[in-house]
């Protein structure tokens, strides 16, 4: 199969797979172009309440495929980084399940995602310095807001990997599962996801992400919305909540 993006959408939990297993899922530049509109189309399904992104079997993305540096490097880290700001917009929750190696460009898109989950074993590097690449400056400020300056200059100075007991000290991680449970907990955990207020989420992403002109509008949402008083009763009455809040643009 050629090197390509895989998704499939259940239980209202869309999953993108990075496909590229003769390069350890390196994203190639048509990969890198292909992703925006898969995001467009998958926030746009009212049935896709979450998403993750892994990689095909034993590695989440090793980066971009460097042969495709050699004709314009300035062209493919742009590709990289509009495929990068497309996840990281992306209005619902998102979650990189990471096994193997996540460096260089999967690094990249797995500090796009909300949150991340690894394996026991997984291996994380930024390593623009070993190609003499000038790190983009936004991905640069996600990588320092995920794990600090001290950190995200290691990892950019030296290109080194690290190990994800590390990766989960410095805060690049928020899960760390022992090796074959990655799958089971990221199922348990968008389940979850799927079945919280969908107001929530939004507005709180919207307010993590830094974003400050929507508040007005949050508050507005909340006071049209009747997810808390649905919460709240299904609090009282010891029974899942059905909040039906939908984003209306």
């Known amino acids: ?42 926030a746009s399904d009212p049935a896709v309440r979450a998403l993750v992104l892994t990689g095909e079997g034993g590695t989440f993305c090793a980066g971009a495929d460097i042969s495709t540096l050699r004709d314009s490097a300035d062209e493919a880290q742009g590709l990289a980084v509009l495929a990068e700001e497309a996840l990281a917009a992306f209005p619902k929750p998102t979650l990189a399940a990471i096994r193997g190696h996540c460096v260089g460009g999967g690094a990249q898109l797995a500090a ?3 949150l991340r989950f690894a394996e026991q074993g997984a291996l994380f590097g930024v390593t623009p310095a070993k190609l003499g690449i000038v790190y983009p400056a936004s991905s ?10 001290g950190t995200a200059k290691y990892l950019l100075f030296s290109g080194e990997l690290i190990d994800a007991d590390r990766a989960l000290r410095t805060g690049f991680l928020d899960e760390l599962l022992p090796e074959g449970e990655l799958t089971k ?65």
């Open 112 to 114: 796009a995602c909300d």
């Open 140 to 149: 640069t400020r996600r990588l320092v807001s995920l794990v600090g300056p």
């Open 1 to 42: 199969m050629e090197p390509r993006l895989l998704h499939e959408v259940a239980d209202s939990v869309a999953t993108v797979v990075v496909h590229h297993p003769g390069k350890r899922n390196a994203m190639t530049a048509a990969m890198w172009r292909a992703l925006p509109p898969l995001l467009d189309t998958l």
């Open 185 to 249: 907990r990221v199922a348990e955990f968008t389940r979850v996801l799927t079945t919280r207020s969908r107001l929530t989420q939004a507005a709180a992403k919207e307010f993590a992400n830094g974003r400050t002109d929507r508040d007005g509008y949050w508050a507005e949402q909340a006071r049209g919305s009747d997810d808390t008083a649905e919460g709240v009763t299904a609090f009282l009455e010891r029974r899942e909540a059905r909040f039906t809040w939908t984003a209306s643009g």
